[in-house]
């Protein structure tokens, strides 16, 4: 039995089974590469779900979490810090919003966040409706859970008590009829990441903010997947130069250190008042140097322009393999869609190849590496990619 097998064992008979069994168990790792307790090396396309944003063992990430772990570790929201203002200044910067900032510890916090100040804001007109898109994923808190359109995770828990109308996603009609007097808010997702990296024609979020305008609805968007880089830009739907009410992000922004905030326009923040909402650990010191660290570094490095150019080499390195029917997204946040639904059976020959991915459908891999990976490194995991297909999807008459 390897240490592996050992950790494996002690996991499913001490920890509960909501996550199955994951396939490798970690034990450090530096750059985009992380090592196995056996020793085993893997090549981190996933970026813990686009959570590691500078990779692993990054020196300004180290530095800031440990100065500031030195420094002064937890407040609590009965005191303030110089990190959680510097940090809503630079978010609210860098969304371009004249608004505030809610801080908390994770994306479904983020959206539980909107979730109620959207039904305040609503209260003041009656509006207590809520729209959101089929296959979207907001979270699994009973709230998020409430307004999130993948069936299999939200039904088991239903009724919710909530009034939601799901939608299709990138329809605009659709979209158009459901959003009337009643409804308090639309929750939207730039682009799907838990469905598959999945993307709409463009001009459907400038649809989402006239059709939300024109009924005094406020406009939601999820960007806890998308923003900080994923797509090449601190958020998704700046390629629209538009502006929503309320943003969530999270993810990314840590750099893996567990964080999230709502963004909010002045207006529509002001519904926040004292004792309506908050969180002992939500604007943590350590987590808000974190964030400023990675956004500094993503600045500093120019990363945007680095995934942005190797996701046109992702495109050139895959496009005519006949295994692949399409690759979503943009930069680095992919999905890379296959004929057959062998991507989880593709993803445990990646692992055996070295390399660590992510099956969010039948039928797509995903992939959210570091901001800071390099050409080598992409290259590396074409050539990985390929071979886990040849693998399990053999392309007729040999590799492509």
């Not at 979209?175 to 993307?199: H, I, N, R, S």
């Not at 939300?212 to 601190?234: C, H, K, N, Y």
């Not at 958020?235 to 909010?264: C, Q, R, S, W, Y």
């Not at 600045?299 to 680095?306: A, K, Q, S, V």
Request: include cysteine; charge should be negative; proline fraction near 5%.
């Amino acid at each position: 039995m390897t240490y592996s097998d050992e950790i494996k064992t002690r996991f499913s008979t001490f920890l509960m089974g909501n996550y199955g069994l994951p396939p490798v168990v970690l034990r450090e790792g530096e750059g985009r590469y992380l090592t196995d307790v056996d020793g085993a090396t893997y090549l981190d396309m996933i970026g813990g779900i686009a959570v590691s944003s500078l990779g692993h063992n990054h020196p300004a990430l180290v530095e800031a979490v440990s100065t500031q772990a030195a420094r002064l570790a937890h407040t609590s929201n009965l005191f303030l810090h110089e990190k959680e203002v510097e940090l809503a200044e630079k978010l609210l910067d860098l969304a371009q919003l004249d608004g505030k900032v809610f801080l908390c510890n994770s994306g479904t916090e983020a959206n539980e966040a909107a979730l109620k100040l959207a039904l305040l804001n609503g209260a003041q007109t009656g509006r207590t409706k809520i729209v959101a898109a089929e296959n979207g994923f907001h979270g699994r808190t009973l709230g998020a859970l409430s307004i999130t359109g993948k069936a299999a995770i939200r039904e088991p828990f239903e009724p919710l008590g909530r009034d939601v109308e799901f939608v299709p996603f990138g329809d605009i009609d659709a979209l158009k009829a459901a959003v009337d007097d009643q409804t308090a808010a639309v929750f939207l997702e730039p682009t799907q990441g838990e469905g598959g990296v999945v993307t709409t024609a463009p001009g459907y979020l400038t649809a989402a903010r006239e059709i939300t305008a024109a009924a005094g609805a406020l406009l939601v968007l999820d960007e806890i997947q998308s923003g900080f880089g994923r797509t090449g830009a601190w958020f998704a739907h700046h390629a629209e130069n538009i502006e929503p009410d309320i943003i969530t992000v999270a993810k990314g922004l840590g750099g893996g250190v567990p964080i999230g905030a709502m963004l909010a326009g002045a207006g529509v923040a002001a519904a926040f008042t004292p004792g309506v909402h908050g969180s002992t650990f939500g604007g943590n010191p350590i987590a808000c140097a974190a964030a400023l660290a990675v956004i500094d570094t993503i600045e500093r490095d120019h990363l945007f322009e680095n995934v942005l150019a190797l996701g046109l080499r992702l495109d050139d390195r895959l496009a005519g393999d006949p295994r692949v029917t399409e690759i979503r997204g943009k930069a680095l946040w992919r999905g890379i869609g296959l004929t057959e639904p062998v991507a989880g059976e593709a993803v445990k020959a990646l692992n055996g190849l070295g390399v660590l991915a992510n099956a969010p459908r039948p039928d797509t891999i995903r992939i959210a590496p570091p901001l800071t990976i390099t050409e080598s490194e992409l290259d590396s995991f074409c050539d990985k990619l390929i071979e886990a297909l040849d693998i399990v999807l053999p392309a007729p008459g040999g590799r492509p």
